[in-house]
């Protein structure tokens, strides 16, 4: 992948983190990591190819090369040490709209929408398949990066 549209690909994925930050939505997530549990919520963030690779990057700046063990249906990004999320600035557009009842319950799609497009897009320009469980699509970006 050209390095240019690398880097492009990252800026809009950033730009829509932020944008979604700017919704006037209350939410208020205080990192109870229940959600990175995909066992007790049964549902696993999905990522597009531009969220994936923005996460293999934070990833990567934590100085890991390779994706430490999860346990069965948790995500590799938490920390087991410490329950943190180890990209937590980068974390895919799933965690920050997530379910979480005590972060104030899931967007609603419409909400959003404007949003998921944008990514969309991003994934239609590198070449991506559409959104992918973490574990997979996390996998193949660090591979890409
Ligand atoms: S990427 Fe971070 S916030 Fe998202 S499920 Fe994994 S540990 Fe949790």
Redesign the pocket.
């Known amino acids: 992948m050209r390095r240019e549209v690398l880097q492009q690909a990252l800026t809009e994925v950033r730009a829509v983190y932020a944008e979604l930050a700017k919704r006037p939505v209350t939410r208020n997530c205080v ?1 109870r ?1 229940e ?2 549990q ?1 066992q007790l919520t049964g549902l696993t ?1 999905q990522l597009t190819k531009g969220e994936a690779l923005l ?1 293999a990057k934070g990833f990567r700046a934590t100085g890991r090369k390779e994706l430490p063990e999860a346990a069965e249906g948790t ?5 087991r040490e410490t329950g ?5 600035a980068e ?2 557009f ?2 920050r709209t997530h379910f979480c009842a005590a972060a104030g319950g899931p967007y609603a799609r419409k909400e959003v929408l404007d949003l998921i497009r944008r990514l969309e897009d991003v994934d239609k320009k590198l070449g991506g398949d559409g959104p992918r469980k ?1 574990q997979a699509a996390l996998a193949t970006a660090l591979k890409e990066l």
């Open positions: 990192a990591t959600c990175c995909f963030p996460a995500c590799p990004l938490l920390k943190r999320c180890l990209i937590y974390r895919p799933g965690c973490i």
